[in-house]
């Protein structure tokens, strides 16, 4: 099986080259930096079969690659691979299209038999993700519950959350995003619309919660 990795930090994606290709049968054909670096990679002749997919990352994150992998190349498979254990993070990969997700904290075994099970079954989650999962369900149900509104979050509204929680003026992370600043402030008013918030402070303190930013 060829098996590609997708993570912005090199130490951590050369060891797990290492590791992978110590199991039978396996070989790392892709390693990227972000979602961008992979697609630039991607041939017809050269796909591998499964993304081994990190959450956050610079310039296009785990959702955004997955959510392109799933309408460009539907065969393959994505498997996350993440410190996010947030039920809103492991909903919004899973619509994203992944059909697995893995800790960064397993097992090598644990991580074999996703490989395994994601090629002969379709899918794979271990025992914590899967209780998260059904936890969540009622949530997701509705549609104003906070995983469910997290997990129809736009990539532009996930990407100005980020923005919110640095020390960036308004004016600034419109110039960043490539946005007039009205379009921004268009977008964070139906972001506390749909959050149910009424500051930015507000706004980085849901980010923070959920692990849209790991580090403030």
Same mark, same amino acid.
């Given at each position: 099986m060829n098996i590609a990795i997708v993570d912005d930090h090199v130490l951590f994606r050369r060891?797990?080259?290492?590791?992978i290709e110590l199991f039978s049968g396996y070989k790392v054909t892709h390693d990227a930096s972000h979602g961008q670096d992979l697609i630039r990679q991607l041939t017809p002749a050269n796909l591998p079969d499964i993304v081994l997919m990190d959450i956050n990352m610079p310039v296009m994150d785990g959702y955004a690659t997955t959510h392109w992998l799933r309408n460009n190349h539907p065969a393959i498979k994505v498997l996350a691979l993440s410190t996010m254990d947030a039920e809103a993070a492991i909903i919004k990969m899973i619509k994203?299209? /992944?059909?697995?997700?893995?800790l960064k =904290? /397993?097992?090598?075994a644990e991580l074999r038999? /996703?490989?395994?099970e994601v090629m002969s079954r379709g899918y794979f989650y271990n025992e914590l993700v899967t209780r998260k999962v059904m936890r969540s369900v009622g949530l997701l149900a509705d549609a104003n519950g906070s995983v469910g509104t997290f997990a129809n979050l736009t990539e532009r509204e996930l990407e100005l959350l980020k923005y919110i929680c640095t020390e960036l003026t308004y004016k600034e992370? /419109? =110039?960043k995003m490539f946005l007039s600043a009205r379009t921004v402030e268009g977008y964070r008013d139906n972001l506390c619309e749909k959050l149910n918030l009424k500051s930015r402070v507000g706004l980085a303190m849901y980010a923070i919660k959920n692990q849209i930013v790991t580090s403030y």
């Amino acid at each position: 099986m060829n098996i590609a990795i997708v993570d912005d930090h090199v130490l951590f994606r050369r060891s797990l080259k290492v590791l992978i290709e110590l199991f039978s049968g396996y070989k790392v054909t892709h390693d990227a930096s972000h979602g961008q670096d992979l697609i630039r990679q991607l041939t017809p002749a050269n796909l591998p079969d499964i993304v081994l997919m990190d959450i956050n990352m610079p310039v296009m994150d785990g959702y955004a690659t997955t959510h392109w992998l799933r309408n460009n190349h539907p065969a393959i498979k994505v498997l996350a691979l993440s410190t996010m254990d947030a039920e809103a993070a492991i909903i919004k990969m899973i619509k994203s299209g /992944a059909c697995g997700y893995v800790l960064k =904290d /397993a097992e090598p075994a644990e991580l074999r038999m /996703a490989f395994e099970e994601v090629m002969s079954r379709g899918y794979f989650y271990n025992e914590l993700v899967t209780r998260k999962v059904m936890r969540s369900v009622g949530l997701l149900a509705d549609a104003n519950g906070s995983v469910g509104t997290f997990a129809n979050l736009t990539e532009r509204e996930l990407e100005l959350l980020k923005y919110i929680c640095t020390e960036l003026t308004y004016k600034e992370i /419109a =110039d960043k995003m490539f946005l007039s600043a009205r379009t921004v402030e268009g977008y964070r008013d139906n972001l506390c619309e749909k959050l149910n918030l009424k500051s930015r402070v507000g706004l980085a303190m849901y980010a923070i919660k959920n692990q849209i930013v790991t580090s403030y």
